[in-house]
């Protein structure tokens, strides 16, 4: 297996990146992309030397000051100012993976050779992902529109020894960093700082980071929902393909196969019941969950058409000879990507917490919140109000960012996406999920002790067996926040194969 990820223009997929994590590649540029960045940079160069015109961002100020006309001797203090002027950003910091996707897909853009950046520039960013030197960069600050500015002037300064990096777990300032590898500072060239400024690294990393979760905690919910169907004496009837190939949505039909699938081999599947149909949380999982899963294929489809993108401006072309300024940079296909997302994931929550209501409510023979002496012990009855209060925080969060904007920029930036608003709710939407599926885990595992001797199928007791490894069945009363926590660390240390996840 190769430990080495050689950055090309063939297409990447989220399947791929997915890889680069979980293996933990180092980055290189491929002879084509070099090729790709020094000739763009050589044309600029040219055409710079050979033109007295204004070309926005490479000889004019930025934004609301576009017909500010620059001389050529302060192109490079013009291009440094604006990174520092626009390091902006506050709030909590970006958490760490994120900052390594941006930095990945920053020098993914930028070797396509249509944004004007010195290789030099683009090689230092790769030491700094192979280093795993991070730039701190915070959450608030990005209206994504003109790219997500505030966060990529973050991500640029320490190129220039500005602002801190964590390395190693340890803070360091811009120049500290530079000191510690014997690097200098990169000396920006015309058009550099659009470049590194201007694009949706920031959206699109929070985009993708969120996407990889939400895959396999849409695995998890068709899986840990089969668990609790089983627990809850449910029926297998409205998983029958028949149903579903006479309304075949995509995912409907797949999260019904799955469901099937874990359930297969079931004694208590097998046995006779004595009702005749299961509340919509448990019948009706391949409707909701499948619907949620087809929206992860659409946003999943805009990400991957985006991290392929060249989104800063101007944009060079040099085959043409055309220098164009455009709006390549406006995240309004993320921003509503992202809502939408935020929408599924919610849902997926919204009907796990149902069932965990039932389960713990007592009826068909399960205890009373599924302890064998309730009154005095409440048992699993604070859990569901957990789940509950979470899921009500989705419901709010996922009020969509989109849908607002705002003007900048003295009326030149006079609509914008939101969608670095977008991305940060969506990644607490998908936490949150994270934690509601780990209470419905906690729950469905306790109910099947409860249908002892039968047993589950072969898969999902082994899953079960697995999972008890971590979090013992409840006798009597504990501290179950803690249960919680070892439940939610389960679900985040299980790993599930591509295959899985993507087909």
Same mark, same amino acid.
């Given at each position: 297996?190769?430990?080495?990820?050689? $950055?090309?223009?063939?297409?990447?997929?989220?399947?791929?990146?997915?890889?680069?994590? $979980?293996?933990?590649?180092? =980055?290189?540029?491929?002879?084509?992309?070099? #090729?790709?960045?020094?000739?763009?940079?050589?044309?600029?160069?040219?055409?710079?030397?050979?033109? /007295?015109?204004?070309?926005?961002?490479?000889?004019?100020?930025?934004?609301?000051?576009?017909?500010?006309?620059? !001389?050529?001797?302060?192109?490079?203090?013009?291009?440094?100012?604006?990174?520092?002027?626009?390091?902006?950003?506050?709030?909590?910091?970006?958490?760490?993976?994120?900052?390594?996707?941006?930095?990945?897909?920053?020098?993914?853009?930028?070797?396509?050779?249509?944004?004007?950046?010195?290789?030099?520039?683009?090689?230092? =960013?790769?030491?700094?992902?192979?280093?795993?030197?991070?730039?701190?960069?915070?959450?608030? %600050?990005?209206?994504?529109?003109?790219?997500?500015?505030?966060?990529?002037?973050?991500?640029? @300064?320490?190129?220039?020894?500005?602002?801190?990096?964590?390395?190693?777990?340890?803070?360091?300032?811009?120049?500290?960093?530079?000191?510690?590898?014997?690097?200098?500072?990169?000396?920006?060239?015309? #058009?550099?700082?659009?470049?590194? @400024?201007?694009?949706?690294?920031?959206?699109?990393?929070?985009?993708?980071?969120?996407? @990889?979760?939400?895959?396999?905690?849409?695995?998890?919910?068709?899986?840990?929902?089969?668990?609790?169907?089983?627990?809850?004496?449910?029926?297998?009837?409205?998983?029958?393909?028949?149903?579903?190939?006479?309304?075949?949505?995509?995912?409907?039909? #797949?999260?019904?196969?799955?469901?099937? %699938?874990?359930?297969?081999?079931?004694?208590?599947?097998?046995?006779?019941?004595?009702?005749?149909?299961?509340?919509?949380?448990?019948?009706?999982?391949?409707?909701?969950?499948?619907?949620?899963?087809?929206?992860?294929?659409?946003?999943?489809?805009?990400?991957?058409?985006?991290?392929?993108?060249?989104?800063?401006?101007? /944009?060079?072309?040099?085959?043409?000879?055309?220098?164009?300024?455009?709006?390549?940079?406006?995240?309004?296909?993320?921003? =509503?990507?992202?809502?939408?997302? !935020?929408?599924?994931?919610?849902?997926?929550?919204?009907?796990?917490?149902?069932?965990?209501?039932?389960?713990?409510?007592?009826?068909?023979?399960?205890?009373?919140?599924?302890? !064998?002496?309730?009154?005095?012990?409440?048992?699993?009855?604070?859990?569901?109000?957990?789940?509950?209060?979470?899921?009500?925080?989705?419901?709010?969060?996922?009020?969509?960012?989109?849908?607002?904007?705002?003007?900048?920029? /003295?009326?030149?930036?006079?609509?914008?996406?939101?969608?670095?608003?977008?991305?940060?709710?969506?990644?607490?939407?998908?936490?949150?999920?994270?934690?509601? =599926?780990?209470?419905?885990?906690? /729950?469905?595992?306790?109910?099947?002790?409860?249908?002892?001797?039968?047993?589950?199928?072969?898969? @999902?007791?082994?899953?079960?067996?697995?999972?008890?490894?971590?979090?013992?069945?409840?006798?009597?009363?504990?501290?179950?926040?803690?249960?919680?926590?070892?439940? $939610?660390?389960? $679900?985040?240390?299980?790993?599930?194969?591509?295959?899985?996840?993507?087909?």
């Amino acid at each position: 297996m190769s430990t080495i990820h050689s $950055i090309t223009s063939d297409y990447l997929k989220l399947s791929d990146i997915q890889n680069l994590i $979980i293996e933990g590649k180092f =980055l290189k540029l491929s002879e084509t992309a070099i #090729k790709k960045v020094k000739k763009c940079r050589s044309y600029l160069d040219a055409k710079m030397a050979d033109t /007295n015109r204004p070309i926005y961002g490479i000889n004019t100020g930025f934004g609301a000051l576009h017909n500010v006309k620059i !001389s050529t001797d302060n192109l490079r203090i013009l291009q440094e100012n604006l990174v520092k002027s626009h390091a902006c950003g506050i709030g909590d910091r970006v958490p760490h993976e994120i900052v390594k996707l941006m930095l990945f897909l920053k020098i993914q853009s930028l070797s396509y050779g249509h944004s004007g950046a010195q290789l030099k520039t683009v090689e230092r =960013l790769v030491d700094f992902y192979n280093h795993d030197i991070l730039p701190v960069i915070y959450t608030q %600050g990005s209206l994504g529109a003109s790219g997500d500015l505030a966060p990529l002037a973050h991500l640029a @300064l320490p190129l220039i020894g500005e602002g801190e990096v964590v390395h190693k777990g340890k803070l360091f300032t811009g120049q500290e960093i530079l000191d510690k590898f014997g690097w200098k500072k990169i000396e920006l060239k015309s #058009k550099e700082g659009l470049a590194l @400024l201007n694009g949706t690294q920031f959206m699109s990393a929070y985009g993708v980071w969120i996407l @990889l979760k939400a895959y396999k905690l849409s695995y998890l919910a068709d899986l840990i929902g089969a668990l609790s169907l089983d627990a809850f004496d449910g029926r297998t009837g409205p998983f029958n393909e028949l149903i579903h190939l006479i309304r075949p949505h995509k995912g409907q039909l #797949k999260t019904a196969k799955r469901i099937t %699938g874990f359930l297969e081999g079931s004694e208590l599947m097998a046995q006779s019941k004595k009702h005749v149909q299961d509340p919509y949380s448990f019948r009706c999982m391949p409707q909701v969950h499948g619907a949620s899963l087809d929206t992860l294929d659409f946003t999943r489809t805009t990400f991957e058409t985006e991290i392929n993108s060249v989104t800063d401006n101007p /944009n060079i072309f040099v085959g043409d000879d055309e220098i164009i300024s455009g709006g390549n940079f406006h995240g309004q296909p993320l921003a =509503l990507g992202l809502d939408y997302l !935020s929408i599924a994931l919610s849902e997926l929550g919204n009907i796990s917490e149902r069932r965990t209501f039932q389960l713990v409510s007592g009826f068909r023979g399960l205890p009373t919140f599924l302890v !064998s002496n309730p009154g005095l012990n409440s048992g699993f009855m604070i859990p569901q109000y957990t789940a509950a209060s979470i899921v009500s925080q989705n419901k709010q969060l996922a009020t969509p960012a989109s849908v607002d904007s705002i003007v900048s920029s /003295n009326g030149q930036e006079d609509h914008v996406s939101m969608g670095a608003n977008a991305a940060t709710k969506a990644k607490r939407v998908v936490d949150n999920l994270e934690s509601i =599926l780990s209470i419905e885990l906690l /729950n469905a595992s306790q109910a099947l002790a409860f249908r002892k001797p039968l047993e589950s199928s072969k898969f @999902l007791e082994s899953f079960v067996t697995l999972f008890r490894g971590d979090v013992p069945f409840v006798e009597e009363d504990r501290v179950l926040g803690s249960d919680i926590e070892k439940s $939610i660390a389960f $679900i985040q240390n299980l790993t599930i194969e591509n295959e899985e996840l993507f087909s």
